[in-house]
């Protein structure tokens, strides 16, 4: 229902595949994504569209008429149970048997399985990592050894991220994503970030209010179902935030990962942002216009740093839904 109601998931979607194909286009003809949380699977259809509809361009341009080789897709989800990663997968399936010149593959892995270590890459393959709204903290949050977990499980997948190699690792941060500095040997204030929530669920609540009316049964369960637990995991995470900050007897963490953004994790594990495209943006502007109905409000807005950042605004832009960045490893 919030997929419907709101542009938040589709605009991070359709511009995390732009950017995919993008990394796809100057390889070869087998492309491989990591999704580290891939939930329903709604990302993926449009792409396998675009990608049989670029294969069937390409075959329709050749100049003996022969049928273009097909493109291969190959998707590694991981999700929170393997009953939802087996219907995820059948979806899927149906999907892109209806797709021509595009031959698909699915494998599930549950997080934490002992398998999640063994991700295979083919050679030759297009490698993109797939972060959209990362899963790993969150879910970490909710463990009983939330102050560990978190920091740990960021770190494991960062490090597992940077061993594949990818071409692209695409990444959507919920809220501006932007860390919160502190001064050297004081305690940090939990302000900042209890801020950053505040004014992202405002400004969710508020877009809302012009697409549905308030008593409405969708949006009723829409708040109940999708926003009531997002905001009990960003308490989570809150709470996280500050027995992580914070070792014993008041002396600051030596955590690098403590209070951090996954913008400056990345950064710290190796990795640097690179430029996204015109196109990209573009894709952005032109799903807000096709999602008119869901409210005037929104706005993309592209960041500093050469363009290698945008995000989702809302009103006057100073709440920001969704923030996306590409990188690489550093050369």
Known sequence: MFYQASPIYQLAHFTANQAILEAFE????RLHVVDFDVSYGFQWPSLMQSLSDAA????????????AEPVSLRITGFGTS????RQTEARLARFASGCPNLRFEFEGIVDG???????????????????????AAAAAARSSSATSSTREGACSALAR????????????????????????????????????????????FDSLHERLPADSAERLAIERDHL??????????????????????????????????WRQMMERAGFEGVELSSRAVSQAKLLLKMK????????????????????????????????????????
């Open 26 to 29: 100057s390889g070869g003809g």
């Open 161 to 204: 991220i940077r061993s594949l190699d990818p071409s692209l690792v695409f990444l959507v941060e919920k809220g501006g994503g932007g860390g919160n500095a502190t001064s050297r040997g004081r305690r940090p204030s939990l302000l900042a970030p209890f801020a950053a929530s505040l004014r992202y669920f405002a400004a969710v």
């Open 228 to 261: 009531g637990a997002e905001i009990s995991d960003a308490v989570a995470s809150l709470a996280d935030y500050s027995s992580s900050s914070y070792g014993g007897d008041d002396e600051p963490s030596s955590s690098a990962t403590a209070g951090c953004s």
């Open 113 to 135: 399985a002992d398998d999640s270590e063994r991700i295979t890459v083919d050679d030759g393959a297009t490698v993109v990592v797939n972060l959209v709204f990362p899963a």
């Open 56 to 67: 069937a361009s390409t075959s329709s341009s050749s100049r003996d008429g022969d049928c």
């Open 292 to 331: 008119s109905g869901c409210g005037g409000g929104f706005r993309v807005v592209e960041e500093g740093d050469g363009g290698r950042a945008v995000s989702l605004g809302w009103r006057d832009g100073r709440a920001q839904l969704i923030t996306a960045t590409g990188w690489r490893r550093c050369r």
């Open 82 to 85: 393997a009953d939802e990663l």
